[in-house]
Nanobody, 126 residues
Framework: QVQLVESGGGSVQSGGSLTLSCAAS????????MGWFRQAPGKEREGVAA???????DYADSVKGRFIISQGHAKSTAYLQMNSVTAEDTAMYYCAALAPCGYSRPKLDRYMYNHWGQGTQVTVSS
């Protein structure tokens, strides 16, 4: 069974940086897609960044140029480097995986992902 564990959340000042990590276990295939989503109070869960099994990356317009998604060498860990954060980035951040994903491109569609982590809170203060 695939399990995803996020870490790295916390409080950060506006304009600062924070890096989230997601450790995946239980993969049965080498081709998996991973993504980061976030949900602020009273809002729907939205896609932030995603990377498919070929390493193709998608970003939400709201984070382009500020956030960077990457994977570890074994591709069982995903990172989200958050730079120049603002109060609008305050949310619970979730790691998601489509495992296996083969040659699919789930991008930022939350309904395409079949595994989710418990989330890690990010709070940006001014």
């Amino acid at each position: 069974q695939v399990q995803l564990v996020e870490s790295g959340g916390g409080s950060v000042q506006s304009g600062g940086s924070l890096t989230l990590s997601c450790a995946a276990s239980g993969y049965t295939s080498a081709r998996n897609c991973m993504g980061w989503f976030r949900q602020a109070p009273g809002k729907e869960r939205e896609g932030v960044a995603a990377i498919d099994a070929n390493g193709v990356i998608d970003y939400a317009d709201s984070v382009k140029g500020r956030f960077i998604i990457s994977q570890g060498h074994a591709k069982s860990t995903a990172y989200l480097q958050m730079n120049s954060v603002t109060a609008e980035d305050t949310a619970m951040y979730y790691c998601a995986a489509l495992a296996p994903c083969g040659y699919s491109r789930p991008k930022l569609d939350r309904y395409m992902y079949n595994h989710w982590g418990q989330g890690t809170q990010v709070t940006v203060s001014s």
